[in-house]
């Protein structure tokens, strides 16, 4: 599984951190501080939980290979 995030959108409100800390980081400005990243198996629920957790919706979850 990979998360992608369209960083351009992001307004920094560290949702995403306070869903999945181990997965969303931020940089010193507290917006995301990364676009693309490869997720291990046993960060995959928290990376989802992240991703449904950004009201901006710039997460996007790809090659998951549950439907949740
Ligand atoms: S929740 Fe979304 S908009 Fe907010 S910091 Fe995280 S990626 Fe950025």
Do not use: N, W
Not at 11 to 40: M, N, Q
Not at 41 to 67: F, H, M, N, V
Request: hydrophobic share 35%.
């Amino acid at each position: 599984m990979k998360v992608l995030v369209r960083k351009q959108g992001c307004v920094g409100h560290a949702r995403c951190a306070a869903a999945a800390p181990e997965v969303y980081k931020l940089d010193e400005s507290g917006y995301i501080d990364f676009t693309e990243k490869e997720i291990p198996q046993d960060l995959e629920a928290q990376a989802r939980r992240g991703a449904r957790a950004c009201p901006e919706r710039i997460i996007t979850i790809i090659g998951d290979g549950e439907s949740a």
